[in-house]
């Protein structure tokens, strides 16, 4: 039986390189790639999903999980080649307000993803899948989002 899954000891961005990572003590799902006022902060190895998905001879990725504390935006520019060849589900935190830009740079990311990979946007809504538009975004949404093709299997399970 093949793995489906793996824990590596990586932070993901959009190359391979050491980054700093802000920690917060009292809640380990906080600590941050960007800087945060007051925290100490580790170097910590990274490496770009293509870049892992190349190394460890990945046939497919069907679905990627992206919830890094304002790292969301690295994370994409780091999955361009994994996202052309096996057109991956996303799924994405999106939460302006941890980002320094207030969420500016992942929103033009968004628009450039969608538009170069022919994919839409959508979110859960009363346990069904929705689609929005970037304009939904932009009114204020906090929480998780789906990057998906139109063939995806995500809109046919």
């Known amino acids: 039986m093949q793995a489906n899954a793996f824990a590596n000891q990586y932070a993901i961005c959009e190359t391979e390189k050491n980054i700093k990572l802000y920690i917060l003590p009292e809640n380990s799902g906080d600590n941050r790639p960007i800087f945060v006022e007051g925290r100490s902060s580790l170097s910590v190895s990274a490496i770009s999903i293509d870049k892992y998905v190349k190394e460890r001879k990945l046939t497919k990725v069907d679905f990627i999980k992206i919830d890094i504390q304002g790292g969301e935006d690295a994370a994409l ?18 939460s302006p307000q941890l980002i320094t830009d207030n969420g500016n740079s992942l ?3 968004l628009i450039t993803l969608i538009d170069d990979y022919q994919m839409s946007l959508f ?11 970037m304009n939904d975004l932009h009114d204020h949404y906090d929480g998780n989002i789906f990057v998906a093709a139109s063939d995806s299997w995500l809109l046919y399970s």
């Open 123 to 133: 979110i859960v809504e009363n346990n069904q899948l929705k689609m929005i538009t």
């Open 77 to 94: 520019e780091g999955c361009k080649e994994t996202l052309r060849r096996d057109r991956s589900v996303i799924m994405l935190e999106f």
């Open 107 to 109: 929103k033009r990311r």
